[in-house]
C-alpha cells in the first residue's frame, strides 16, 4: 500500500453521499503524477474508490467495470451499491492467497436513495459504516480528522466542506498522499464533482533549482 500512496475517504449526508481521493502517484517518497485517478464510476449513483498499488488500482478497475456492464445487459437494470461491494469482495476473495494490494471503498445510493458506504481490506472483508470510512496510507490521520469534523444528516454543501477539509487536513501529515484532491457528492438529482488544490510544493523547489 506504501509504494505508490493514496488516500480515499468516504461519507454519509442526509440523502446524500461524499467520496474523495488524493491526486498524487508515487514511486515511494518520489511523486511520479499529481492527477492520478483513484475513484471510477460503477454506475449514475456508485463510486468506487481504489487506492493501493497503481497496477492493481488499473487492472481491476477495467475489470469491475467488465462485470458490471456484463450485470447490467443479464439484469436489465442498473446495479446497487451493496451489490457492487459484494461483487468486489468476491473478487478479492479469490485472489487471497496472493492478493490485489487495494484497499476499496464504495460508496453510492440505492434506488430508494438511501445513502450507502463501505471499505474493505485485501482479500475482501466488507466494514460497512453508516458515518464514514477511509482508506490509504493517511487512514490513520482521516479516522481522526473525520471523528472531529463528521455530523449527521449533512446537507449535500455541508458534506462537501466536512470531507474536504478532513481530507486536506490528513493528506498534509501524510508523505504519500497529496497534490490536491476530487471530490465526489452524489445526490438524487445528479453528481456533483469538484477538484481541489492543496498545500503542494513549487516546480523551482520541487525540481532542485
Known amino acids: 500500500m506504501e509504494y505508490n500512496g493514496g488516500s480515499v475517504v468516504a461519507m454519509v449526508g442526509k440523502n446524500c453521499v461524499a467520496i474523495a481521493s488524493d491526486k498524487r502517484l508515487g514511486q515511494q517518497f518520489m511523486t511520479v503524477s499529481t492527477n492520478f485517478q483513484k475513484i471510477f464510476p460503477a454506475s449514475e449513483k456508485t463510486y468506487i474508490g481504489l487506492p493501493g ?16 456492464n456484463m450485470y447490467n445487459m443479464e439484469e436489465e437494470r442498473d446495479i446497487e451499491p451493496k451489490t457492487v461491494a459484494h461483487m468486489i469482495s468476491s473478487t478479492l476473495y ?3 492467497f496472493g492478493p ?5 471503498v464504495v460508496a453510492g445510493l440505492s434506488k430508494d436513495n438511501t445513502p450507502f458506504i463501505c471499505a474493505m481490506d485485501l482479500i475482501g472483508c466488507i466494514n ?10 493517511a487512514s490513520q490521520n482521516l479516522y481522526g480528522m473525520c471523528e472531529s469534523l463528521w455530523e449527521p444528516d449533512l446537507e ?17 501529515r501524510d508523505a504519500l498522499s497529496g497534490w490536491g484532491a476530487v471530490v465526489h457528492i452524489i445526490t438524487p438529482d445528479k453528481v456533483i464533482t469538484r ?6 510544493v513549487s516546480k523551482e523547489t520541487y525540481c532542485g533549482d
Open 195 to 200: 477538484s481541489l488544490k492543496s498545500r503542494q
Open 53 to 68: 498499488l497503481a497496477t492493481d488500482v488499473l487492472t481491476l478497475s477495467e475489470r469491475f467495470r467488465f462485470n458490471i
Open 94 to 96: 479469490q485472489r487471497r
Open 100 to 104: 490485489y494490494f487495494v484497499e476499496p
Open 156 to 172: 449535500p454543501e455541508d458534506l462537501f466542506e466536512t470531507i474536504s477539509q478532513a481530507l486536506l487536513n490528513a493528506q498534509d
Open 128 to 137: 460497512f459504516a453508516k458515518d464514514f470510512v477511509v482508506s490509504g496510507t
